[in-house]
């Protein structure tokens, strides 16, 4: 094992075992912002389920009655010659590698998005999985992955697919079901190395360098990301809480900071331009750890105090390593393949089949 990954999977490792934290911020965040899943697997994330952005032009065609299982009758690739034990709400079922990705897919990236778009995602699900997977880091005991994307990724059953697309479930399900199969079996990997690969919502003008929330890997730096508020629904967003409720959100981490006036002091910047630390009241605090804390959408924020209030405006969504998924959707739109997509977010990667 190459020597930086050591830091990169112990840093990955020990976030797993953190306590997810409670990011969803029900009262200021619409609950109407259509958004991909703005992190990934093992980072505690949001994932919020998306009413299509764009209508599919298709959507007319009669639903075919397939289910996912009749889909993924076809093909017989790696996908599906790799067994998958999931844990769901309902206990623990076994599929293939295939149907899993398609349930993956599905799940964190509307289906309404571009097929490029759908199929750099299919590949940095696999990834992430046969990472996993290969690496034995799963966290659960009795499966290899579970529902959550909280824990694992993201996973809808073919019911609740058929729930939630309605009329243009057949197509969309031909759509993920296509995404799935033309990157058959392929996962990115640095060098021998499967990588791991995060992805999240949306970037403001670049994505973060992986050094600057865990650990350096050099696959993982910061590159510039298209998305503009124009393509993502709520880009910006905007939460405000008096000095009381700040002060009671960030007791349990910071009891000191009860006592003093909150004044906001020094604030610094990683290199991508989003917020490295905050000075509060005199304690200097992570803006991932704010992020956290405060359920901000990322830590590319501005803060102002106005009126005694304090606004966080936050641009984008997640952590914003890796790829963005609009990113990948803007990209798409523009003509570029799932693969070109793909190099910018994992720099100096390859796409192989991945191996047995
Ligand atoms: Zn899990």
């Given amino acids: 094992m190459k020597k930086w990954l050591i830091p990169l999977l112990a840093a990955l490792l020990l976030w797993r075992l953190l ?14 912002v259509p958004d991909p899943s703005p992190d990934t697997a093992v980072i505690p994330a949001l994932w919020q389920p998306a009413p299509p952005r764009v209508e599919e032009v298709r959507s007319e065609q009669e639903d075919s009655g397939k289910t996912i299982s009749e889909e993924a009758a076809a093909p017989s690739g790696r996908d599906a010659s790799e067994r998958i034990r999931l844990l769901t709400p309902g206990g623990v079922i076994t599929l293939s590698l295939r149907d899993y990705l398609i349930g993956v897919v599905a799940a964190e990236m509307p289906a309404s998005f571009e097929l490029e778009a759908l ?4 590949v940095a699900s696999r990834s992430c999985t046969l990472h996993n997977l290969r690496f034995g880091q799963s966290r659960h005991s009795e499966a290899e992955v579970c529902t959550s994307s909280a824990c694992c990724q993201a996973y809808r059953s073919d019911e609740e697919l058929r729930s939630r697309w309605g009329d243009n479930y057949a197509v969309y399900l031909d759509k993920i079901t296509e995404a799935v199969d033309a990157t058959d079996g392929l996962c ?31 696959y993982l730096v910061s590159v510039e990301s298209p998305e503009t508020e124009a393509l993502v629904p709520g880009y910006c967003v905007s939460v405000s809480f008096t000095e009381e409720e700040l002060k009671e959100k960030l007791a349990a981490s910071y009891p000191g900071l009860k006592e003093q006036p909150l004044l906001i002091g020094e604030i610094s910047y990683t290199a991508s331009g989003r917020v490295e630390s905050v000075d509060l009241g005199g304690q200097k605090i992570p803006a991932t750890r704010l992020r956290s804390l405060l359920a901000l959408r990322s830590t590319s924020f501005t803060l102002e105090k106005v009126d005694g209030k304090y606004i966080f405006t936050t641009q984008g969504w997640g952590h914003g390593v890796g790829m963005s998924q609009y990113g990948a959707e803007a990209l798409a739109m523009e003509g570029e393949d799932s693969a070109s997509i793909l190099s910018r977010y994992y720099q100096g990667t390859e796409l192989r089949p991945f191996e047995d």
């Fill in 19 to 32: 306590p997810s934290v409670p990011e969803e911020s029900t009262e200021e965040v619409p609950v109407e």
């Fill in 119 to 122: 199929k750099a995602q299919a």
């Fill in 188 to 218: 990115l990997y640095y060098g021998e190395e499967l990588i791991y690969a995060p992805y999240h919502s949306s970037s403001a003008g670049a994505t973060e360098d992986s050094s600057a929330i865990w650990s350096a890997a050099p």
